[in-house]
Structure formats: C-alpha cells, structure tokens
C-alpha cells in the first residue's frame, strides 16, 4: 500500500501538530498502522500504534500528550500531537501492513509500507 503523510513543520514548545497518513487503498480498514520518528543520528523509533480492531499503543515517552486514530471512510490515520517538546524533533514516518500482531507493533521490521516522512521541528 502507498503512504502519504503530511502535516509536519515548525511549532513552538508545548504548541500542537496533527499529523495524517492517507492512502487510496480501499482495504485500510485492515491494516495495522503505525508512526515511527526518527531524529538525527539516532534509531527510527515507534511513537504510536493503532490496529485494524481500533487497540492502541503507545512509546512511554508521548502517552497523554499524543493521540492515534483513524478514519476508514478517508482511509486515513492520523497522530494529533499535543504538549510538544523539543526532543520530539525528528522526521516522523507512517507505516501499515495487514498481518502485525499486538506483541510486535512496536518494531519496524513488522511493517512492509512505509510512507515517505514529515519533518516536525519544535523550537525550545
């Protein structure tokens, strides 16, 4: 499945970004979809996760201040980014693949699609 996300740029501290995840592929509703970031010089890692049954995940670092969810009519996913900090900088990626499992959600090697990254940048 092709992945475009959007939605990234510059924002201040503890200011808010809703980022979205949107493809043409009728059978999104099945998938599992997920967001990773990555910042410079460091490991992609996941930030959220939402499943084809709705179950939830998320890094400890952004729970209560980021929200995943979905709308399969638009067959989009979106990340709402709220109370952002400078150390959530990093280029963040959308992925989805119809066959992960709760227990490896978290790990990009669950994940065949990638889309193509949005940079957010928080300014201290």
């Known amino acids: 499945v092709q992945l475009q996300a959007s939605g990234g740029g510059l924002v201040q501290a503890g200011g808010s970004l809703r980022l979205s995840c949107a493809t043409s592929?009728?059978?999104?509703?099945?998938?599992?979809v997920a967001w990773f970031r990555q910042a410079p010089g460091k490991e992609r890692e996941f930030v959220a996760g939402?499943?084809?049954?709705?179950?939830?995940s998320y890094a400890d670092s952004v729970k209560g201040r980021f929200t995943i969810s979905r709308d399969n009519a638009r067959n989009t996913v979106y990340l709402q980014m709220n109370s952002l900090k400078p150390e959530d900088t990093a280029v963040y990626y959308c992925?989805?693949?119809?066959?992960?499992?709760?227990?490896?959600?978290?790990?990009?090697?669950?994940?065949?699609?990638w889309g193509q990254g949005t940079l957010v940048t928080v300014s201290s």
């Open positions: 592929e009728h059978t999104f509703r099945g998938y599992t």
């Open positions: 939402i499943r084809w049954n709705s179950a939830l």
């Open positions: 992925a989805a693949d119809q066959n992960v499992i709760l227990s490896n959600i978290r790990s990009t090697r669950a994940y065949d699609d």
